[in-house]
């Protein structure tokens, strides 16, 4: 059993500045700790867009994280973004400079309407091998609206689709995210596609990390729906990131 006080850090949560969360990096560090984590996430939504000195301190505020970190005691941030599928990264240089480099699909950077599940498997491929990225975030989500809701249930390019890129993650050392926010809100049935794809990682010993995706500080290290399903799956607490101090310490 993987117990709630094993888990000592929440691997994706957004505030204010990701503009349509609604708490402050302080006020997610105090829910933090208040619920026994050691360590949060910061990845705000990646934009690249605006003016240059929009873009500016949209980079800057990625590695204030670190700064942060020297006056704080009790939790300490890993800073990140969470970027996005088919966007290219501004200011590259500086941002592989991230440990922590989580990617998900969102629909208003992709033609939706024309994307096949064959062409978003290569952009996952695509943005780990041009940018490093090493997490795939709620690759879950989204699934159902592709090329006119072809995907509206788990058939057989759905399946297709997960077995191929849950091998890619554990052939290339990648995490995939259980995203809390995914199984509570469960658009598109994507809880359905998260029971489907976990035990696939579980069977080749792939890592994952949790993520609350909270954009509220309440919902900060709050995985009562992912504890649930990991236990009820029996996946190996060694295979959690959230319970492996030592492994978090590495992307700070």
Excluded at 38 to 51: A, L, R
């Amino acid at each position: 059993m993987i117990r709630r006080e094993d888990i000592i850090a929440d691997m994706h949560t957004h505030t204010i500045v990701s503009k349509h969360a609604y708490s402050t990096v302080k006020e997610n560090m105090d829910v933090a700790k208040s619920r026994g984590m050691k360590y949060i996430g910061i990845t705000e939504h990646y934009f690249n867009d605006g003016t240059d000195i929009e873009r500016k301190n949209e980079v800057v505020r990625a590695v204030y994280g670190n700064r942060i970190n020297r006056l704080a005691e009790d939790v300490k941030i890993v800073s990140s973004f969470e970027f996005n599928i088919n966007q290219p990264w501004y200011d590259e240089e500086r941002m592989s400079a991230l440990k922590w480099r989580p990617i998900g699909l969102h629909s208003w950077f992709i033609d939706f309407e024309t994307l096949t599940l064959d062409r978003l498997y290569d952009l996952f491929v695509e943005s780990h091998e041009r940018y490093g990225i090493n997490v795939f975030v709620h690759i879950e989500r989204e699934i159902h609206k592709l090329n006119h809701g072809a995907h509206t249930t788990l058939d057989g390019e759905v399946r297709n689709f997960y077995q191929r890129l849950v091998r890619y993650a554990k052939q290339h050392n990648i995490i995939l995210e259980v995203n809390e926010s995914s199984i509570v809100v469960n658009e598109g049935n994507a809880a359905d596609r998260l029971r489907y794809w976990l035990p696939i990682a579980k069977e080749l010993d792939v890592m994952i990390s949790l993520g609350s995706d909270a954009h509220y500080c309440n919902e900060v290290a709050d995985f009562r729906y992912s504890l649930e399903l990991l236990n009820q799956l029996d996946y190996p607490k060694e295979l959690v990131v959230n319970c492996n101090e030592e492994f978090i310490q590495y992307f700070l």
